[in-house]
Antibody
Framework: QVHLVQSGAEVRMPGASVRVSCKASGYIFSDHFMHWVRQAPGQGLEWMGWITPISGVTNYAQKFQGRVTVTRDTSISTVYMEVDMLRSDDTAVYYC?????????????WGQGTLVTVSS | DIQMTQSPSSLSASVGDRVTITCRASQTIYTYLNWYQQKPGKAPRLLIYTAFNLQGGVPSRFSGSGSGTSFTLTINSLQPDDFAAYYCQQSYSVPYTFGQGTKVAIK
């Protein structure tokens, strides 16, 4: 069955960077978009961007353009999300989530989430 | 960006009640509307996709309707396992915005 396993919790200082990984299994990695969604403590869900594993093409919410980079390594079925210039309001649980074969499809499987804490 | 507005933001209901949550889009999204359930400390779970399609494994007491800018999630005969937060999300146009969520609590 489909599994998305994310890397563990991280603590960073403001201004630093963080990279979260998401290893997929149980399906053909290149067939499905991978999305990133975050959730600040006690808040709602915020969509960040997606990557198409087959080509590496990405699409980000304007809010994250230039500060978030999503990449993939097809040889190990893993997607990475890096956030640069971290601020305290980047403290959140970050989820990877499998999409469909195009951007219109919903996300149907989610990783367990990775808590990123930004604090001095 | 397309704004998604859910109502109510919270509600209290009893087991066996019928619950309706509304989601409105700031412009047409046709039927590219999905519903998710989230319990505390857990990742969201897909319930309904493209407005009215029930995701596999989701109980039939959940149903979705609507098109264009107005959508509804209905839970018939609320069960103890249904007390959670519910989010709508449009997948028509990037960024794929979520509603602010509706918390369903026990009355």
């Amino acid at each position: 069955q489909v599994h998305l396993v994310q890397s563990g919790a991280e603590v960073r200082m403001p201004g630093a960077s963080v990279r979260v990984s998401c290893k997929a299994s149980g399906y053909i990695f290149s067939d499905h978009f991978m999305h990133w969604v975050r959730q600040a403590p006690g808040q709602g869900l915020e969509w960040m961007g997606w990557i198409t594993p087959i080509s590496g093409v990405t699409n980000y919410a304007q809010k994250f353009q230039g500060r978030v980079t999503v990449t993939r390594d097809t040889s190990i079925s893993t997607v990475y999300m890096e956030v640069d210039m971290l601020r305290s309001d980047d403290t959140a649980v970050y989820y990877c989530a499998r999409g469909g074969r195009d951007g219109y499809n919903p996300v149907d499987y989610w990783g367990q989430g990775t808590l990123v804490t930004v604090s001095s | 960006d397309i704004q998604m507005t859910q109502s109510p933001s919270s509600l209290s209901a009893s087991v066996g009640d019928r619950v309706t949550i509304t989601c409105r889009a700031s412009q047409t999204i046709y039927t590219y509307l999905n519903w998710y359930q989230q319990k505390p400390g857990k990742a969201p779970r897909l319930l309904i996709y493209t407005a009215f399609n029930l995701q596999g494994g989701v109980p039939s007491r959940f149903s979705g309707s609507g098109s264009g800018t107005s959508f509804t999630l209905t839970i018939n005969s609320l069960q103890p396992d249904d007390f959670a937060a519910y989010y709508c999300q449009q997948s028509y146009s990037v960024p794929y915005t979520f509603g602010q969520g509706t918390k369903v609590a026990i009355k």
